[in-house]
């Protein structure tokens, strides 16, 4: 019964939307569908020529990989047998100020799935609390898993998710681990899918390059309609990303929800010190660490360690997601700027290492990372100053364009597997606009973080003229920028 009303639901959606595009299709002079026309629709598509071919490319490497190479690889990696099986698989949960409901179905997942892989197995609990360590223990003796499943307690202060890493990574360093044991580096909202350690660790025997993988996900969030269908959006996107950038193993995030190392990386010194105390030198702001982005620090040193990345499109985690924030504007804008900032603070320097470590490709990527801020906001700019210097048809002939253009995509969404739904195409739209406003503020501020479940922020204790300097040269030059961007369209229109 439940199903069949989120079907009704869902179909009720979807046709509300096309019929908001024939409405405003219908709006419009005819003049607007003869291809024979200056005001031919595809023409103000003109400007996202490169967003499109961008977008294309991904999809299409995305389905290549998803559909013909992976499924390739598996057969190779199943081939294998007992040959890929490593010495020792290491779960490793990093929990803090995580609800007992969710921390309790996550340990439930790790000890079964460490008892059901068949393998030599230690299960390292990096935590602050001691409650969320009795929660473990009750769970432990509840399961009372075999001789070859070890259980080790990493307690730390709550000074961040870094420190908790490292401490994590130098426990299991104290193990001793052989070159062919793997560590799973996994987050405490976080829940695995059974065979997850079997689905992944096989990988590492076909790729001896290979220095860490990641994995699908789904999500359940503890929000509204809004913020659940927003998190599932950015998963399926998410997905055809990691399949694209997974074709030429230069996936570039090891998400810390749930990836998985070669334990001979997580116990070298750099790879932890990278991780723990990760900064940046910028000419304007001075040097900072990095408060947030774990995930990016770790990607950025296997590359300059010399190792590949991949991507496990068929193993998953299903994570439970809490919006910092009632309200899905506010929760939306907090993530995107703790997101983004990650993203950017890691392009600043990335790219540095050079197409002949990266690749073209994954240097392209990284390129339009920087210039996607501004290309996302072209066709809107150019829409408004068009419609309010000649006619508002074209803001009309605009949204048209995105309404058409966005269901084609959410549609194309479908195709990796994750379900879609009828906000889909005005959830990607306020993605890319807001999305892109968030980029530009955070840019020209890459030193301000802060995490979302924490109030932790990071304090430089910086003198009071260099303060007021970054304040005011990070306001000047956004403004700047922004101002010679709407100068230069103002010109073309």
Known sequence: ???????????????????????????????????????????????????????????????????????????????????????????????????????????????????DCGLPTTVVCSIVELSDELLVKTLWAKYNPPARVKLDFVRIAGTGKRDGLAHGFRAISRHMPDANAVVAVIDGDSVLESGIVRATVPYFKLFPNVGGLTTNEFCEVRGGYIMSEWHKLRFAQRHLNMCSMGLSKRVLTL??????????????????????????????????????????????????????????????????????????????????????????????????????????????????????????????????????????????????????????????????GHAIGPAYPLILYYNQIVGALVKIYVFFRLDQQSWTRQPTKLNRDLASFQRWFNTWSSRTMTFSAASVFIAALLIVV
């Open 255 to 416: 998400t810390g929800r749930m990836s998985v190392f070669r334990a001979q990386v997580i116990v070298d010194p750099e790879f932890i010190a990278d991780v723990e105390s990760d900064s940046l030198d910028h000419w304007r702001l001075g040097r900072f660490k990095f408060l947030t982005g774990d995930d990016k620090s770790s990607w950025y040193s296997l590359m300059r360690l010399g190792y590949d990345t991949f991507y496990v499109p068929d193993a998953a985690i299903y994570t439970v997601e809490h919006p910092p924030e009632k309200s899905f504007i506010k929760a939306s804008r907090k993530l995107m700027f703790r997101w983004y900032g990650n993203n950017l603070r890691q392009n600043s320097r990335a790219m540095k290492l050079g197409t002949k470590r990266l690749g073209w490709f994954t240097s392209l990527v990284l390129f339009d990372q920087r210039v996607s801020m501004w290309t996302c906001l072209l066709g809107l700019a150019v829409a408004l100053i068009a419609s309010l210097k000649y006619s508002l048809v074209y803001l009309l002939i605009y949204l048209l364009w995105i309404g058409t253009t966005r269901l084609v995509l959410t549609l194309l969404l479908s195709l990796t």
């Open 1 to 115: 019964m439940h199903r069949l009303k989120n079907g009704l639901i869902e179909a009720a959606g979807w046709l509300f939307y096309l019929s908001l595009l024939m409405v405003i299709a219908l709006a419009l002079p005819r003049t607007v569908f003869d291809p024979d026309s200056k005001d031919f629709l595809l023409l103000i598509g003109v400007v996202g020529i490169w967003r499109y071919s961008m977008g294309g490319i991904h999809f299409l490497r995305g389905m290549l990989f998803l559909y013909l190479v992976f499924p390739y690889y598996r057969r190779k990696a199943r081939k294998l047998g007992a040959a890929a099986d490593p010495s020792h698989v290491f779960l490793m949960v990093t929990s803090f100020r995580i609800d007992a409901l969710t921390t309790a179905q996550v340990y439930c997942s790790v000890i079964k799935e460490a008892i």
